[in-house]
């Protein structure tokens, strides 16, 4: 059974985004292993002198690199992903790649009607930066709108459509998983362009 770890986009305690995995996990419990994984307690990324990551950021790394996939769900904040997210992946791409060609499905939670969509853009552009290179399943966005009445008292989805829509990526994101772990010739490769990249030699 495939290992996924599923990223929680946000430091709010009553995001629905952490709704969405928690519903995702269960769901598809038999399909998956998905382990829900919390930024919450990231501290504020400032490159340390010493080099040394915290043991928050070690951890969460390890756990990326040995899974075979990654979900992220996001609010949107402004049009874009909100800063706690941001700061994970600023962590998660400093002296450590866990990211670099890792299968990424993206969802997102807004309690407005837009969904998220924005704000998995803007994620999508972040993923394929230099010191990331994640690889992002494409055409492949799962919005829920109206996230405050999107679930009922057990956490569960409510709505039939939006379940079949999310079974469809799902089951597409484990093809996708399949096939982008079989295209790792160039793995070594890419890892260490992503460590010697510097925006100060460009």
Known sequence: MDKYIAIVGTNSDQSTNRKLLYFIRDYFKNEADIEIIEIKEFPMFNK??????PSIVKEVAQKIEEADGVIISTPEYNH???AALMNALNWLSYNIYPFVDKPVMITGA????????????????????PELKARTMPSSE?????????????????????IQKLHSLFLDFKHFVYMTNQLMSAHKQN??????FSWENI
């Not at 890892?191 to 010697?196: D, G, P, S, T, V």
Request: glycine share 8%; proline share 4%.
């Open 48 to 53: 340390p002198d010493d080099g040394i990551l």
């Open 80 to 82: 874009a992903v909100p």
């Open 110 to 129: 807004s309690y407005g009607t837009l969904g998220s969509s924005r704000a998995q853009s803007h994620l999508k552009q972040m993923l394929d930066s």
């Open 142 to 162: 799962f919005l829920l709108s109206h996230s405050l009445q999107a679930f009922d008292e057990s956490g569960k989805l409510v709505d039939e459509d939006q």
């Open 191 to 196: 890892k260490k362009e992503a460590e010697n």
